[in-house]
């Protein structure tokens, strides 16, 4: 019986399983989930990165491109839809699915072509 349990719960997790990081820089960055955070926006999701910043992930991300590209392969490719134009070769795009948030950031970041993109993170903001 202890064994199906176990099963159960590690099939669970790997279904479940999304990227606990993301890409900056070029160089992978660890997100930790938390749960423990109370949720005034269910449509958030919460994570620590390896600095100790709590940063939300919600359904949109940003991509930004070296240089000119077809926009439209990307929205085709990833199921995503163009929120705004933010500047030359700079996107904010929103995915179906705000679990799908940070795969889809961390594909594009491995995409030749693409300068960056990550997650639109909201962050606490500091009184100074």
Excluded: W
């Excluded at 349990?5 to 606990?20: E, H, N, P, R």
């Excluded at 390896?50 to 439209?72: A, C, P, S, Y």
């Amino acid at each position: 019986m202890k064994k199906i349990i176990i099963i159960c719960i590690l099939l669970t997790q790997f279904v479940y399983a999304t990227d606990s990081y993301f890409y900056k820089d070029g160089k992978a960055t660890l997100l930790t989930p938390l749960v423990s955070i109370e949720r005034n926006f269910k449509n958030i999701d919460y994570y620590q990165n390896e600095r100790g910043i709590v940063l939300g992930v919600k359904d949109t991300l940003l991509l930004k491109f070296q240089k000119k590209e077809n926009l439209q392969n990307y929205l085709n490719e990833f199921n995503l839809t163009l929120v705004k134009t933010l500047g030359e070769n700079l996107y904010l795009l929103k995915t179906t699915d705000k679990n799908l948030t940070i795969n889809i950031s961390n594909r594009l970041s491995e995409k030749e072509g693409v300068k960056y993109a990550h997650p639109d993170f909201i962050k606490k903001s500091l009184k100074r």
